[in-house]
């Protein structure tokens, strides 16, 4: 499966994967993250449920706080 990740081409063994899977087979362990899944926002709930399909556009964005 062929995605864009983080506005790079991403090739995965198996496909589709859910937002869930990515998130462990790319290691992004951070506790603030912003999803976008083909410029639509995926709450946190729906990570195990939302699948990633060939040819998709995934942004995956991790938030820092501080001064």
């Known amino acids: 499966m062929k995605i864009t990740l983080n506005n790079r081409k991403e090739t995965f063994d198996t496909g589709p994967l859910t937002v869930s899977e990515i998130l462990d087979r790319k290691s ?24 990633v399909k060939e040819g998709d556009n995934l942004d995956i964005i991790h938030l820092i706080s501080g001064g």
Request: aromatic letters at 12%; charged letters at 25%; zero cysteines.
């Open 28 to 51: 992004f362990r951070f506790k603030m993250l912003v999803v976008k899944l083909n410029g639509e926002l995926i709450p946190k709930e729906n990570y195990p449920s939302t699948p």
